[in-house]
């Protein structure tokens, strides 16, 4: 079967492009960084940072950004396209052109727009908290007027049938521009979980699998106007959406034991839900004097969520009875504000301050409908969360060394109640300081040696710290987490730069980290799958990044050489040892405008602590080919079909072997067809939310 969707996908291929083949015109451009060749490298190093060339490299022809960011180092995209990690720095900050972006706007956004990406590995104060790193990206500037629509269809074979379509529109009329988006996705993810675990202390084994697949219909729009009064005066206002239709329908068998009594049950449910986003935000630029620029700004995010969920049990291959029905509400509002300031002055030295404010209202109500024990549980939980931050920021030269050191102070309030409780179930106030520093040495024109220091918090999502509960059989639910608390972190690392190559070697220690653990409820008789903060977490990584280019083929390489120990005093903590990540990109350059790249990466068996979790491998291969006012890209994504993932962990007396399975094999066709040109772009935006990615 494979056999015949590449034939047929390859015939497709070769059929778009045997007609139209010509030369491509060719271009001149400003190059300020080193050029091989007299083209631009696609990748640049520089202090640990990873800058990506999309605009002149194979990239631009990757459909959609979150495909092209996967292809990235160190760069993970989840199965589902909802979350995005860098291996060693978890969650990253996104934005584009220095202004905070989230998943939804990479979602709805045209790889066309963009001329770099960069993995900030250490940001600077003016960045938020919450931020270990940062992925920069940069749209393409300009000057010139005119009309541009780029059509995109991606055809995507997984276990199940995916399409997506986009549409991206940009026009600009002197001094205003207007730009639009709106992509329909029809997907059938398919996901599978399961676990084998032991309550030793309650003589319970038992063992489940689930699996299933979501019928998702999602609609994803933007759409904004930027107007430029004059060279230093501007005004923005933007709005962007994502909107999902899902049903999903599952299964689940399960193998349960009590003292002596053995029970095999067949859950079966169907899921109808929906979620719903969007965002909106008012910005305004003003240059006040030639060496300093204030900005000011407004911000609203809505994301809300329902769904209903039936369920029917079989024990022991007798007859399906209605086992629950649960009707759960989520929703949560954000608004926020901000002003920034930055001043440059003669002797290199610049200074930048910036204060923000956030509002968040997030609200869950349950209702679980339980037919077998003839009983019905209602709650309605209320949470409210404000925070209030200023930062201050200086860098400068001094000989030949650069320097930026900078703080940032952070108030918080939360506040979670329920509805039928008189006193607060959780009460915080709280004010941390966070302190940078960082300073390059160059030693001679090839080399740097370079030294960071930062503090962090990583705070938990919305939705994880709200009343959510998923049951998957009558005795394992997933659950939320109302009492999680942030995780502080203290990271020191050097970097030492020769050229394009550089080693670096960092330690951090973090506290209250987060991971997913387990609570037995005895009244119930349910295990509990939450989010719990552990104890401590620290480690040392030492990396080594090495490209390589020569002619038509040009290399990337990085390896990394990991020791990190999660530990818990509810838990059984392990031996650590090191383990290894790894990732090369290849990439070839074939004749005239096509391209063929090869990227692998993967993780050997890491022992954590706490935590045991597998090795695995994963190879990505593509092709692409671009002409005139067409690109088409074949991509075959997870060769080896590698799609399992496993920890073993001991908690609170509860000894598990979960396993994940990811429908992560992918083979896709992408065309895309532009029309109209608009050169360059004027259009900005600034999101003003600090908490924009915690809002799920």
Not at 16 to 23: A, K, R
Not at 248 to 258: L, P
Not at 374 to 383: G, P, R
Not at 621 to 646: A, D, P, R, Y
Request: positive net charge; hydrophobic residues 35%.
């Amino acid at each position: 079967m494979k056999q015949i969707i590449l034939g047929v996908l390859l015939l497709s291929f070769s059929t778009v492009f045997s007609q139209v083949e010509t030369e491509k015109d060719s271009t001149v451009n400003e190059l300020k960084e080193v050029t091989i060749e007299n083209k631009t490298e696609t990748f640049k190093y520089k202090n640990g940072n990873i800058k990506i060339d999309v605009a002149n490299s194979v990239f631009k022809t990757i459909p959609n950004i979150l495909d092209l960011l996967s292809k990235l180092p160190k760069i993970q995209i989840s199965p589902d396209k909802e979350s995005i990690s860098i291996i060693g720095k978890g969650i990253p900050l996104l934005y584009i052109d220095n202004q905070r972006v989230d998943m939804n706007y990479l979602n709805s956004a045209s790889v066309d727009d963009i001329k770099t990406i960069e993995i900030i590995q250490n940001p600077s104060s003016k960045y938020e908290a919450d931020g270990r790193a940062v992925i920069l990206i940069t749209k393409k500037l300009g000057r010139k007027e005119g009309f541009q629509t780029i059509f995109s269809e991606t055809t995507s074979f997984k276990k199940e049938f995916n399409n997506y379509l986009g549409i991206n529109s940009s026009l600009k009329l002197k001094k205003t521009e207007f730009k639009a988006n709106f992509n329909y996705n029809a997907l059938k993810p398919w996901e599978s979980n399961g676990s084998d675990y032991e309550i030793q202390n309650q003589n319970i084994v038992s063992s489940y699998r689930v699996a299933g697949v979501t019928n998702r219909n999602n609609y994803i729009f933007s759409g904004g106007i930027y107007h430029n009064f004059n060279e230093h005066n501007s005004l923005s206002f933007s709005i962007n959406g994502n909107l999902k239709s899902d049903g999903f329908d599952f299964k689940t068998q399960t193998r349960h034991q009590e003292t002596i009594f053995n029970t095999n049950i067949h859950t079966i449910g169907k899921t109808m839900g929906d979620r719903n986003y969007i965002n909106s935000f008012f910005n305004y630029n003003k240059k006040m004097t030639e060496t300093a620029n204030v900005f000011v700004g407004m911000q609203y995010s809505n994301y809300n969520t329902s769904s209903l969920i039936h369920s029917s049990n079989n024990y022991d291959e007798t007859i399906y009875k209605p086992f629950q029905m649960m009707d759960q509400d989520f929703k949560v509002d954000v608004f926020s504000s901000r002003v920034d300031f930055d001043k440059k002055f003669v002797n290199e030295m610049k200074l930048e301050i910036g204060a923000i404010h956030s509002s968040a209202n997030a609200d869950t109500n349950l209702k679980i409908q339980n037919f077998e024990q003839n009983a019905v549980v209602s709650s309605t939980y209320h949470l409210k969360e404000k925070n209030t931050s200023a930062y201050t920021q200086l860098s400068g030269v001094f000989g030949k060394t650069s320097w930026q050191v900078g703080v940032r102070a952070e108030n918080t309030t939360i506040v979670g109640k329920y509805a039928n409780e008189n006193l607060s179930s959780i009460k915080k106030n709280y004010t941390q300081f966070f302190p940078k520093f960082q300073v390059d040495i160059p030693i001679d024109s090839t080399k740097t040696l370079s030294f960071n220091y930062a503090k962090n918090i990583s705070r938990p999502d919305f939705s994880s710290t709200s009343n959510g509960t998923t049951y998957i059989n009558p005795y394992f639910v997933f659950s939320s987490n109302i009492n999680l608390n942030p995780a502080i972190l203290n990271e020191f690392s050097t970097l030492f730069q020769y050229n394009d190559k550089s080693v670096k070697l960092a330690y951090f220690e973090n506290k209250n980290v987060m991971n997913y653990g387990f609570q037995y409820d005895e009244n119930e008789n349910v295990l509990m799958y939450r989010p719990e903060n552990f104890d401590k977490e620290k480690g040392y990584n030492l990396e080594f990044t090495v490209p390589f280019s020569h002619k038509i083929w040009s290399s990337t390489n990085v390896l990394s050489i990991i020791l990190n120990k999660i530990e818990d005093t509810s838990a059984l903590v392990g031996n650590a040892k090191p383990y290894l990540y790894y990732y090369s990109n290849q990439t070839f350059t074939i004749r005239k405008n096509w391209s063929v790249w090869l990227t692998a990466w993967g993780l050997t068996q890491r022992n954590e602590g706490v935590f045991k979790r597998n090795a695995f491998f994963l190879m990505d291969f593509g092709v692409s080919k671009e002409i005139k006012q067409w690109s088409c890209t074949l991509s075959w994504n997870n060769i080896f079909s590698n799609s399992t993932f496993s920890e073993n962990f001991k908690i609170n007396s509860v000894k598990s072997n979960t396993v994940f399975f990811a429908d992560n094999q992918e083979f896709s066709i992408a065309l895309r067809y532009t029309f109209g040109k608009l050169k360059d772009s004027i259009y900005k935006e600034k999101e003003v939310n600090e908490n924009s990615g915690r809002i799920k």
